[in-house]
């Protein structure tokens, strides 16, 4: 099978399960498990943070920031294709009370003027602007990198206000090796980052939290009311330090499979999507001949595997553990299927 829905799909390398058999443990509650406090100390210091938090997943590492920065009745600006606002099942308004105020972005950029004109004023009828989300890569903008320039005027908007600004970065790092910027160079742009480990970079689960030390420790309180406290997490955490360590330059070998697997599909009938704006490992395309879950379940069916992403569109993510042969070989499957 030829596994193109996520890079969520990621087997942990022959490396990361050496780790994780051989990895020295302790109560991470009792900030006593060291390969936890490495993998969070290493994340802190590659993205420029004074601490980092272990949390079990991206939508996780999301929510305990929100909870950190905001209070209930507050508001939250966001994009409104982001995957805060798409695809965390309402935890948001759920777990923190608060209310999201959702902006359309140009393929998941978001202007400093949009903020600024979102940013409540001081009204006992308003709710008070606590946050600002930006998400880097996007991925319903199919994987863009939101260009520093853009971060960087939203972040002074939302500072000169005293309003915070958190980063989604589950995929930062496809960002940085795409645009060749250090990924702290983008995490200067945010008070807050998450950063996801179980993607392309490969580890089995896992994301980390990272910000200014007080704030860690807070939300590392909130991390516990969330019931992500974990004890010999040095087993999950092992893995974590070798997907950062070892697993951020590839990357850019499954941007190059994105790039040329959209330049093949666009040569295909009925499929609607431009190779230029794809920038990292996540293709989206139109899909016009007949309905996209049709498509999806005859590609299934021989083996191929990719998602309906709304629309009339599908989506097909790259990552490590899909080759060019692979590539090459769903392309064939696609085709047949298409043109049948």
């Known amino acids: 099978m030829i596994d193109l829905r996520s890079d969520t799909v990621t087997k942990p390398t022959e490396a990361m399960r050496r780790a994780m058999a051989e990895a020295e443990v302790g109560d991470d509650v009792y900030g006593e498990d060291p390969t936890v406090n490495r993998l969070e100390e290493l994340a802190a210091e590659m993205l420029g943070k004074e601490a980092g938090l272990l949390v079990t997943s991206g939508t996780q590492g999301n929510q305990v920031a929100l909870l950190t920065h ?24 759920a777990l923190a009370g608060v209310q999201l105020c959702a902006l359309p972005g140009r393929r998941g950029t978001l202007s400093g003027d949009q903020v600024a004109a979102a940013v409540r004023e001081d009204d006992i009828h308003a709710p008070p602007t606590a946050l600002v989300c930006l998400e880097n890569t996007h991925n ?42 250090p990924a702290r160079e983008y995490a200067a742009r945010a008070d807050t980052v998450q950063i996801c480990l179980s993607k392309g970079l490969g580890a089995p689960v896992g994301s980390v939290l990272v910000g200014p030390a007080p704030w860690i420790a807070e939300a590392r309180r909130w991390r516990k009311r969330l019931g992500g406290g974990m004890r010999q997490a040095g087993v999950i955490a092992a893995p974590g330090i070798i997907a950062l360590q070892e697993m951020v330059d590839r990357l850019a070998e499954d941007h190059q499979n994105a790039r040329y697997l959209a330049e093949r599909l666009a040569e295909l009938p009925g499929f609607l999507l431009d190779p230029a704006e794809v920038e990292t490992n996540i293709v989206v395309a139109e899909f016009t001949l007949f309905p996209v879950e049709e498509l999806v379940a005859s590609l299934e069916a021989r083996g191929v595997r990719i998602i309906a992403f709304g629309q ?29």
């Not at 939203?154 to 958190?166: C, K």
């Open 312 to 340: 009339g569109k599908v989506r097909l993510t790259t990552h490590k553990d899909v080759s060019r042969q692979d590539i090459e070989k769903a392309l064939q499957i696609i085709k047949s299927v298409a043109t049948s």
């Open 70 to 93: 905001c209070r209930p009745g507050t508001e939250v600006i966001l994009e409104r294709e982001s995957h805060i606002f798409c695809y965390e099942a309402g935890a948001a308004a």
């Open 140 to 181: 319903r903008a199919g994987g863009a990198v939101i260009p520093l320039a853009a971060m960087e005027e939203v972040y002074q908007v939302a500072a000169g206000r005293g309003i915070p600004v958190h980063l989604d970065g589950a995929r930062l790092f496809n960002a940085a090796v795409a645009s060749k910027i």
